[in-house]
């Protein structure tokens, strides 16, 4: 049976297919939808992790009791879980264990596009690469063989363009998997420095053994033959473009593109004339082709280190110019820019407007809030990684001068507290640290759609499950200021913030709403009002950054499809000349 599908739900269709049992990971784009889709059939076991690490440890439990298991992440999140990562490769598998790592090349929602191909190198995995729906389909299916023939955890690299697709998916029948139980193997598990010794010449078999797989699949490793005269190396995204671009030449598809097959590659160079390699990011197969001695044409100024590939990019690189036309002719037409903005009346909104005029330093974190960085809120003002709000607050509150001592707060979301911010608390709690840290607790992860967490009081599935409050568990690990507060509540939200940012021990404030979107809120069922006749157009209301309300002939107008009745607009308004319901002011 045919159907069209996304790639992520390909995977999920695929792993399905191969019998997998249990399904781990942490939502991060583009690699979200995966589990979710997998969720859907109910024979498996499926459930968010806090983080990826944890996600991806007790997947390696699951593996070994014996059952077929996939984890899921975006690329930076292979680097939360690059500790058992790297260690589960000495350890190998039972059960076969795929690890999904979803690049992000142009980096469309991501804080860096690294390549982790490098990382399947660096911990001697095996990798492989679809290059459409139906590739991700049959690969994830056959996946689980490959691990279990090989013993290694295998590397599951997609890219979001490949996630993101749709294409015509040849739906099978699931296979029976073989029944697998737990074996204690203390010399194969338990990575001693005696033990892994060994384990590591047991790594570099697995990994020959790999390469001499390739070497002779033309299923994983296809040769498709046209003219001799040109040859192109390539895998993934990158195999579309190439193919596109130079329909007669000769290609060879690398769905296994760690380790590579060497043999099969030095083959195909000799068949062809001129060699090409095309591959999106990082020198990746070029530098090792290169490496082994064959004479390879790659990057050499012809294709661009950064950004995601496409057609005309590819074209350019091969041809020495782009042939192919955008779809839709623009010509001169001028498109406004539509910058990522919060939801209309979004609780983050009223944070960081208060903490814009209040003038706080704000060390930020990855997240629906880390839009408080954009005009006209602008008051975020650093974030780096997951978790690292809280770290960052801290060692500038300490070691940034006067002016931030006292005036630093570590603004962290409540999804993002559970995955790698508690930790941080500790380590403020463990070193004497008088800083503040503001978890933004609207109970959902809200920027990748909405999934639940720890703290949502439900699973994958929507089952009732245990929530943890996040004011509880700072106080049950020792801290001793711990403020809830209403955020729509400007004036009292400020002098919470003023109060514990002048306290002299560490404090948390959970700032307490629920995701405007995801549970549909409304204040009221009128929009506001403004009286024109005694606005002074200070610009004020403009500034809180709000869809609902624009500028118009210099006064300020509301759009009442959009607005939601929060009343922000109306705290910051000195004039009162907003109202709510014939209120001004609050909600």
């Known amino acids: 049976m045919k159907k069209l599908m996304l790639g992520n739900e390909a995977v999920a269709r695929g792993v399905w297919e191969g019998g997998v049992g249990f399904g781990s990971g942490y939502p991060g784009t583009p690699s979200t939808e995966i589990l979710e889709y997998l969720a859907k059939y109910q024979e498996p076991v499926i459930q968010w992790a806090p983080n990826e690490k944890v996600g991806y440890?007790?997947?390696?439990?699951?593996?070994?009791?014996?059952?077929?298991?996939l984890v899921t992440m975006k690329h930076v999140g292979l680097n939360v879980a690059a500790d058992p990562f790297?260690?589960?490769?000495?350890?190998?598998v039972n059960g076969g264990l795929i690890v999904v790592s979803a690049d992000d090349p142009g980096m469309h929602s991501s804080q860096d596009e690294q390549d982790n191909r490098w990382l399947a190198r660096a911990a001697k995995v095996v990798m492989v690469e679809p290059a459409d729906a139906e590739e991700a389909r049959w690969m994830a299916r056959e996946g689980f063989e490959l691990s279990e023939r090989f013993d290694t955890p295998l590397l599951f690299r997609m890219t979001t363009r490949v996630c993101h697709q749709t294409g015509v998916v040849n739906m099978q029948d699931p296979v029976e998997a073989e029944s697998r139980k737990y074996v204690k193997r203390i010399e194969k598990n338990v990575l001693l420095p005696s033990n892994a010794r060994g384990r590591r010449h047991a790594v570099q078999e697995r990994l020959e053994a790999a390469e001499a797989f390739g070497n002779e699949s033309d299923r994983w490793n296809p040769i498709i033959r046209g003219a001799s005269d040109v040859g192109i190396i390539t895998s993934g995204i990158s195999f579309g473009y190439a193919r596109e671009a130079m329909p007669d030449a000769s290609i060879l598809k690398l769905g296994i593109s760690y380790p590579l097959p060497m043999d099969r590659i030095r083959k195909f160079a000799e068949s062809v004339k001129t060699l090409y390699v095309v591959e999106e990011l990082e020198p990746f197969l070029e530098e090792q082709i290169r490496a082994a001695g064959i004479d390879v044409i790659g990057r050499e100024g012809r294709f661009p280190y950064t950004g995601e590939y496409n057609i005309s990019v590819v074209e350019e690189g091969l041809l020495g110019e782009a042939t192919s036309k955008p779809t839709v002719e623009l010509d001169d037409l001028e498109i406004p820019l539509r910058p990522p903005t919060l939801c209309p009346g979004c609780s983050h909104r009223a944070v960081f407007t208060k903490l814009r005029d209040m003038k706080v330093r704000v060390m930020g974190d990855i997240g629906c809030y880390t839009l408080g960085a954009i005009k006209p809120l602008a008051s975020m003002e650093s974030c780096m990684c997951m978790g690292a709000s809280v770290g960052m607050a801290e060692g500038l509150d300490r070691f940034g001068g006067e002016k931030e001592k006292d005036n630093t707060v570590g603004v962290i979301g409540d999804s993002t507290f559970f995955h790698s911010g508690i930790t941080g608390i500790v380590d403020m709690l463990y070193n004497g640290s008088t800083g503040t840290v503001m978890v933004v607790d609207n109970r959902t992860t809200a920027m990748t759609g909405g999934q639940p967490h720890p703290g949502s009081g439900r699973d994958i599935r929507g089952n009732e499950a245990t929530r943890l409050d996040i004011a509880e568990l700072c106080r049950g690990i020792g801290v001793k200021r711990v403020v809830e507060i209403d955020p729509y509540d400007l004036q009292a939200f400020g002098e919470a913030v003023k109060?514990?940012?002048?306290?002299?021990?560490?404090?948390?404030?959970?700032?307490?709403?629920?995701?405007?979107l995801g549970e549909r809120v409304r204040f009221s069922d009128k929009p506001i009002s403004i009286d024109l006749e005694t606005c002074n157009q200070c610009g004020a209301c403009i500034r809180v950054g709000c869809m609902a309300i624009s500028s118009k002939d210099g006064f300020p107008a509301v759009n009442p499809d959009l607005c939601i009745g929060c009343m922000v607009c109306?705290?910051?308004?000195?004039?009162?000349?907003?109202t709510l319901n014939g209120r001004p002011g609050g909600k």
Do not use: H, N
């Open 57 to 69: 440890e007790v997947s390696m439990g699951a593996c070994l009791a014996g059952k077929r298991t």
């Open 499 to 516: 109060a514990e940012l002048a306290a002299p021990e560490l404090s948390v404030i959970v700032v307490k709403a629920p995701c405007v």
């Open 570 to 578: 109306g705290q910051v308004c000195k004039e009162g000349c907003i």
């Open 86 to 92: 790297f260690s589960s490769s000495y350890m190998g």
